[in-house]
């Protein structure tokens, strides 16, 4: 297991962490400026301040990228829908190539309309099909752009809104049936927050291995947790089992960069260096 | 599959749903006054009221119990805490047998201190161990008073402070260990709120059978849901689909009462003949 505590070189910060404080381009001169080798920047962040904008400044700053989010969504109330989610991923890998990430990170969806508070259906199993059609659809556009997609389960209490897939199991179950060789092109995002409770969590991992182990987030659950979406704990603030989950997870062959995430009212309401020294301070101390 | 919409006879109101507007005698009367069958009653409640009076007068309205809430609470920090709970859990057998319930519900528990925004620790494998022991040395005495125990999957967002026990089929896997006979003195209470998300949920049920399915709760699942704990649906407010799941529960052998679980700060601030005549109607129509 690498030793984390004397330097931060595998730490990325997904920028979703500071998208309060900063605009894209601040967020990666402060992570550049503070030896912060990758990010993981959010679409809506790179459109802000301009695709290849964003592109050239990763290059002269020498950041990598460990992932970007985010395509998925495949769910829709009808065909036109379906056609337009596939037909927007395919721009998102575009996007991630021009980018250089290594990945491109799938929140897949659910039910149309739940995120809007107005869900038009109910039928979960459905969505699923959709997700599955909808991968499948995008994956011969990812192969040919050498774009790997990985899927990131979600916490169960988002299943209704942003993902219906919610376990590590089902998740590589559509790896399975999608790409059963192991091509390269499909794969997981093992986020610490949505799985640290599965009691099938360890199996998973060592199920995936390393062709599809493609990314790895961290931060905390706090207890109490106060909200479904922002009240993420920063890592050491709350109960997951972090150390052990990494090392399980480069035992089974990943050897990638720890990415934090932290979606958090308390957080965003602090300053952004502030924010960016204790994530170096607890990917030390603590991951 | 049974048709309810002519009737109500197979709802029970499980008494949580009512704690803010009235005490146990007073839902008692009320639902007896609507025709409703059956109550589970939770223990605090019961308390309150006294378990011999509560007894007597679910005797004397013709009420039955669907259930009893609840048992659990296993782990521990140290041997003492641990002796302690299985004395309590051995307490509210007596009690669940004085009462006539059909089966002590547990909420099995998990990080010690965690309810308390204090865990102790954060070692949920340890907790998993705990729960498993404590219920093997309950079940001597639960097999004794002929009292069935429910083992309640709890939500993923509860994992840390209420129940490390998250799936049916982390469930059943804890029935089969300590029960292999299927004797009928150990299976599972069904709650959808808790389960509805699980891409394996229709297959678990099967799986556990007639002898494993003690209970059924419903409610829904709101889009947005605002808070972890109490802000549960009305059924058909939500997004989960309770008839075709009623429907696979008695496909399996399931043919017990409906029992609807509300914790909600919306419901628990309308008047109880409110919350009780949309039970029933909603029983009829959405269930």
């Excluded at 001169?29 to 904008?53: F, H, K, M, T, Y």
């Excluded at 997609?149 to 809104?161: D, F, G, N, V």
């Excluded at 199920?207 to 009240?231: K, S």
Aim: charged share 25%; glycine share 8%.
């Amino acid at each position: 297991m690498r030793d984390f505590s004397q330097s931060h070189e595998w730490l990325s910060i997904n920028t979703a962490t500071l998208r309060r404080q900063w605009p894209l381009d601040r967020i990666i001169n402060e992570c550049a400026r503070r030896g912060i080798r990758a990010i993981s920047p959010w679409r809506d962040q790179v459109a802000a301040v301009g695709l290849q904008a964003v592109a050239r400044q990763v290059r002269e700053t020498g950041l990598t990228l460990s992932g970007y989010c985010r395509g998925g969504f495949f769910p829709a109330a009808d065909a036109a829908g379906l056609a337009a989610a596939i037909d927007d991923n395919r721009r998102a890998i575009d996007e991630a190539c021009t980018l250089g990430a290594p990945c491109l990170v799938l929140v897949v969806g659910s039910l149309p309309g739940a995120l809007e508070g107005q869900p038009l259906h109910r039928d979960i199993a459905r969505a699923r099909t959709e997700v599955t059609d909808g991968i499948a659809a995008t994956l011969e556009h990812a192969r040919r752009a050498g774009m790997p997609l990985a899927i990131e389960p979600l916490h169960p209490m988002q299943a209704a809104e942003r993902a219906c897939i919610n376990t590590l199991e089902h998740a590589l179950d559509v790896c399975d049936a999608l790409d059963p060789t192991r091509s390269g092109t499909l794969g997981v995002a093992v986020d610490l927050y949505h799985v640290w409770w599965d009691p099938k969590l360890m199996r998973q991992i060592d199920r995936a291995g390393r062709t599809r182990l493609l990314a790895f987030h961290v931060c905390d659950w706090l207890t109490p947790t106060r909200d479904l979406l922002n009240d993420r704990g920063m890592m050491g603030d709350g109960v997951i089992e972090i150390r052990k989950a990494r090392a399980h997870m480069e035992a089974a062959g990943y050897a990638g960069h720890c990415e934090v995430e932290i979606f958090s009212e308390r957080w965003w309401g602090r300053p952004g260096e502030e924010v960016l020294d204790t994530c170096i301070a607890r990917h030390r101390s603590v991951v």
